[in-house]
């Protein structure tokens, strides 16, 4: 790596800072979780803006965090580490500005009952976040014959009362993202890529009915501008029409105000000793092999026990029956992983109901991280102070062992090791 300031390689027989001149690879460590964390909350800030909500604290932020990334500002190792805090701070303030954003726009989510079959007829699938995307689709399509599919983080979509209203938004198709290959291959119809995680298809698959709009492409596929749909509703009906196929149903929609509306419940089976424990089970889920471990912790988790689950992170196990404990159900889906905002509110309710702190609850969080937003969210759970989270399959390229090791000093950061060990020392304490 080159020094900038005494123009020599960093750390080399010439470099006459020691190497530390912004190249120290703690201090780097540190720029590229920032980075990681901005791109994170550039996402959500996106999806807020587009719906017309903005956050002007959030926005100062990240001309301040980027200023914080550039040559020679600072080879203070505490002031990196405040700035990635203080950057999942503003990734709350983000998150909970897209939450009203959508919910002001769509309503507030209802716990639904979602198909995963496809119905005899066209069909469009739209994947990646963006709802805004979705609604003017349903909108164009309505009363055209052809229905639409949701895939992915997509999913909750179902719940929002704005959205749940078409009638042609007849289900959920396939799974996680990185499935998108094998999944949109087989679906047959038309399909709409709304942000990022869209995959490159492979030759002579399904390129020829691939559409992007905002800020996705692909090359070779259709890009739709100022969400005129016209051209994809046109290729979906050109296209033989699906089948009728059952699909297993699935339940989303546990937005916290759905939750907190049954709070009295749960509160009355943890004092009862109905509800023993909860487990917030998810995150961004990857094709990298060990990711399996999320659906064995999953099968194993008590059935004394209720599961949490967002993001893309949820389709390790969303299809298998949990069951329920006196009518609640013990798998619950909050939504995409912006409904991290939500989850923060339901264990900061049964805190205060309980008159303890998030960290005295009877709360363990497991996440799976890939990409930006699960940097960003897992710097918000550390900015509020949430102790023992578990991540993996792995940590991060990016943190180095320093690094890592002031997160497990100071948050009791850990590393998931396999379903059995962790689950018999979450279940000790």
Not at 73 to 86: N, R, W
């Amino acid at each position: 790596m080159f020094c900038y300031q005494c123009e020599q390689t960093a750390g080399g027989t010439g470099c006459t800072v020691g190497g530390v001149c912004g190249k120290n690879p703690d201090i780097q460590s540190l720029q590229d979780i920032l980075l990681f964390g901005l791109k994170g909350i550039a996402a959500y800030a996106y999806h807020a803006r587009e719906l017309g909500a903005r956050n002007e604290e959030v926005d100062a932020f990240m001309h301040e965090a980027l200023f914080k990334t550039v040559t020679n500002v600072s080879f203070d190792i505490d002031q990196y580490i405040a700035e990635v805090l203080k950057c999942g701070e503003m990734n709350l303030k983000i998150m909970e500005t897209l939450d009203k954003a959508h919910t002001d726009r769509f309503g507030n989510p209802i716990p639904t009952e979602v198909d995963t079959g496809t119905r005899k007829g066209p069909g469009i699938i739209v994947t990646g976040h963006d709802l805004l995307d979705l609604y003017e689709l349903l909108k164009q399509t309505e009363g055209t014959g052809v229905n639409v599919y949701t895939h992915s983080e997509m999913l909750p979509a179902h719940a929002y009362p704005g959205l749940k209203k078409f009638k042609h938004l007849v289900g959920n198709y396939g799974g996680a993202w990185q499935e998108q290959k094998k999944e949109f291959s087989q679906f047959g119809g038309a399909i709409l890529a709304t942000t990022n995680c869209v995959l490159i298809p492979p030759q002579n698959t399904y390129l020829d009915r691939l559409f992007t709009v905002g800020i996705t492409g692909v090359p070779g596929s259709q890009h739709i501008e100022k969400r005129d749909f016209s051209a994809l509703i046109k290729r979906a009906k050109s296209l033989p029409p699906l089948s009728e196929a059952t699909g297993k149903k699935i339940m989303t929609g546990f937005h916290h105000t759905a939750v907190l509306g049954i709070a009295d419940k749960i509160i009355g089976l943890v004092k009862s000793g109905k509800i023993k424990h909860f487990f917030l089970i998810g995150g961004c889920d990857g094709a990298k092999p060990g990711r399996n471990y999320y659906t064995e912790l999953a099968e194993r988790v008590p059935k004394d026990s209720v599961i949490l689950t967002l993001a893309c992170g949820k389709y390790r196990f969303n299809k298998l029956d949990f069951g329920a404990i006196d009518g609640i159900p013990r798998l619950i889906d909050i939504g995409q992983c912006n409904n991290a905002y939500s989850a923060i509110q339901i264990a900061v309710a049964l805190a205060g109901a309980f008159k303890c702190s998030v960290n005295e609850l009877p709360l363990s969080m497991v996440l799976s991280w890939f990409e930006q937003k699960a940097v960003a969210i897992l710097l918000t759970l550390l900015s509020l102070g949430v102790k023992g989270i578990r991540v993996g399959p792995t940590p991060p390229a990016f943190i180095t062992p320093n690094v890592f090791k002031v997160l497990q000093d100071k948050f009791d950061l850990k590393l998931i090791t396999t379903p059995e060990k962790d689950l018999a020392d979450i279940l000790k304490k």
